[in-house]
């Protein structure tokens, strides 16, 4: 047993938009993008759109096409 337990907790730099999580797909597309998480729904307003989100069933939002990995 090693007597360390150090929890890593270092303060990575990474890429911080807005704190929400945003569907890749979908801004892809050329959409906002944002996730509503408690819903799941996704903004489909274009990207930088002014007011708040739109939030959308992920299936009517629109998605950069049927490539996807
Ligand atoms: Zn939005």
Redesign the pocket.
Known sequence: MSSQGQPDHDHQPRHELHNASVDESVAAAGA???VHLPTGRV?A?PQG?GG???FTPPDQAPTAGPERN
């Open positions: 906002c993008a944002q903004c307003r759109h708040s989100c739109d």
